[in-house]
Nanobody, 123 residues
């Protein structure tokens, strides 16, 4: 059983900061990449940031320069530092573990998702 639990969401004013955390637990040998997605009200889910096991990162254009993704591999935890927040950043933020292997010999790695955490930025 693998679980991803996000935390750190909340209500913040425009220009403020929040730090989201996502911890994966259970039977885990390795995780290829960890991502943050968000889903604003009545909109499609969109990728915000991704970080590979080697530390390579990529960001949506809308958050470049404001958000920073980091990862603690031994703890299977990913973070999203969000600065200079804007009302359009309001969304439910989800993390995912991409191609998670439960054992070294796992031939069918799966993707797992957390339950989401609400971020609301007031104007």
């Amino acid at each position: 059983q693998v679980q991803l639990v996000e935390s750190g969401g909340g209500l913040v004013q425009t220009g403020g900061s929040l730090r989201l955390s996502c911890a994966a637990s259970g039977t885990i040998f390795s995780i290829n990449a960890m991502t943050w997605y968000r889903q604003p009200p009545v909109q499609e889910r969109e990728m915000v940031a991704i970080i590979t096991s080697g530390g390579s990162t990529n960001y949506a254009d809308s958050v470049k320069g404001r958000f920073t993704v980091s990862r603690d591999n031994p703890k299977n935890t990913v973070y999203l530092q969000m600065n200079s927040l804007k009302p359009e950043d309001t969304a439910v933020y989800y993390c995912s573990a991409v191609r998670l292997k439960k054992t070294r010999w796992d031939l069918d790695p799966q993707d797992y998702w957390g339950q989401g955490t609400q971020v609301t930025v007031s104007s």
